[in-house]
Structure formats: structure tokens, C-alpha cells
């Protein structure tokens, strides 16, 4: 079963449903409402933009720091020096 024909009514709306919804929000909000409702969802996608945005660096520096943080760790091997061997040098 083809379940496509289903969904296509779901589509972006054209220019004639686009003139349509125009005329509904004008006679819905009025003339003077409408430029008050696009600046404000015009200000909640710039703050919803800003926050992605912040999101994007704080992951990117978690990523970074992720993978600096093993270069940061100390040596550890023969070569360093124990405090063992530091307190019986002092010692003698």
C-alpha cells in the first residue's frame, strides 16, 4: 500500500492559500496588530537564533576541551621523578 497519496495534502501552502491566510490574520487581528505580532515573532527568532548559537559554541568548546584534556594530564612513567626518591636524596 502506497502510503504517499495519503500526505499530499500536506504541503507548503501556494500563492492563493497565501492570500487567503492574509486576509484571515487581518480580519482575525486587525490592521494595526499584525506589524506588532511580525515584530515580535521576529524578535523571538532572533532570540531563538541567539541560543542556538550559544548552545553550538558551548558544545564545540566541551568538545574541545574533551579532546585537549589528555595532553594536560602529567607525565607519568620512570622518567618523573617519586617523592621517595626526593626525600632519600635529601636525606643523605
Do not use: C, H
Not at 9 to 28: H, R
Not at 59 to 80: D, H, N
Amino acid at each position: 500500500m502506497n502510503i504517499q497519496p495519503l500526505f499530499n495534502f500536506i504541503s507548503m501552502p501556494g500563492g492563493g492559500e497565501w492570500m487567503v491566510l492574509s486576509i484571515v490574520a487581518l480580519m482575525l487581528f486587525g490592521a494595526k496588530k499584525l506589524p506588532e505580532l511580525a515584530r515580535g515573532l521576529g524578535k523571538a527568532m532572533a532570540e531563538f537564533k541567539t541560543a542556538q548559537r550559544e548552545f553550538q559554541d558551548e558544545i564545540r568548546r566541551a568538545e574541545y576541551a574533551v579532546r585537549e584534556e589528555p595532553r594536560k594530564l602529567p607525565m607519568t612513567g620512570s622518567s618523573a621523578p617519586r617523592s621517595e626518591d626526593t626525600a632519600s636524596r635529601s636525606d643523605a
